[in-house]
T-cell receptor, first 105, second 117 residues
Framework: GIQVEQSPPDLILQEGANSTLRCNFS?????LQWFHQNPWGQLINLFY???GTKQNGRLSATTVATERYSLLYISSSQTTDSGVYFC???????FGTGTRLKVLA | DVKVTQSSRYLVKRTGEKVFLECVQD?????MFWYRQDPGLGLRLIYFSYDVKMKEKGDIPEGYSVSREKKERFSLILESASTNQTSMYLCASSLLTSGRAILYEQYFGPGTRLTVT
């Protein structure tokens, strides 16, 4: 089946720093989504982005479907950005194992 | 706003008990999903349903069954709970367009943390 790899697995940043999270798929995907899981376990939708680029405030995402990867950019990070970031794709929504982000004040 | 609710946030059951986890969505979504989440393993799909009374196995269906009698409700059943089913269970729903290859965003409930002792 399709494999989803996320990198880096862990990331520690100082508040105000920028970061890029990556999601690679082993095969083509027909939909792709980024989520943020907060400390209480709730998964929050960030982007539905099967292709192209989208921006929402300090966050933006780019998917290059032909090369089977997606990137999530976080600019001017804040402590509230801490948590785990997941990407997921295909009609069964196969998830990566996540990037655990900690932003230090 | 889409709302997905789960019957319990925390649940403690004994080994061998039959356990029902309920999920309800209020947006008339065709697709509904059950995942479990364990440390280091991410989210793994147990079952999903693309219509009433329709279901497909995910990656880890063993030890679980599901029921979808109404469009808005999707139940996960542990016929005989075991300690290795202690986990966080997450329900999700999404809209389906034409065929199973084209979907919209997936929305998650708050999760049920199940402990089997």
């Amino acid at each position: 089946g399709i494999q989803v790899e996320q990198s880096p697995p862990d990331l520690i940043l100082q508040e105000g720093a920028n970061s890029t999270l990556r999601c690679n798929f082993s095969d083509s995907v027909n939909n792709l989504q980024w989520f943020h899981q907060n400390p209480w376990g709730q998964l929050i939708n960030l982007f539905y982005i099967p292709s192209g680029t989208k921006q929402n405030g300090r966050l933006s995402a780019t998917t290059v479907a032909t090369e089977r990867y997606s990137l999530l950019y976080i600019s001017s990070s804040q402590t509230t950005d801490s948590g785990v970031y997941f990407c997921a794709g295909t009609y069964k929504y196969i998830f990566g194992t996540g990037t655990r982000l900690k932003v230090l004040a | 706003d889409v709302k997905v609710t789960q019957s319990s946030r925390y649940l403690v059951k004994r080994t061998g008990e039959k356990v029902f986890l309920e999920c309800v969505q209020d947006m008339d979504h065709e697709n509904m999903f059950w995942y479990r989440q364990d440390p280091g393993l991410g989210l793994r799909l147990i079952y999903f349903s693309y219509d009433v009374k329709m279901k497909e196995k995910g990656d880890i269906p063993e030890g679980y069954s599901v029921s979808r009698e109404k469009k808005e409700r999707f139940s996960l059943i542990l016929e005989s709970a075991s300690t290795n089913q202690t986990s966080m269970y997450l329900c999700a729903s999404s809209l389906l367009t034409s065929g199973r290859a084209i979907l919209y965003e997936q929305y998650f409930g708050p999760g049920t943390r199940l402990t089997v002792t």
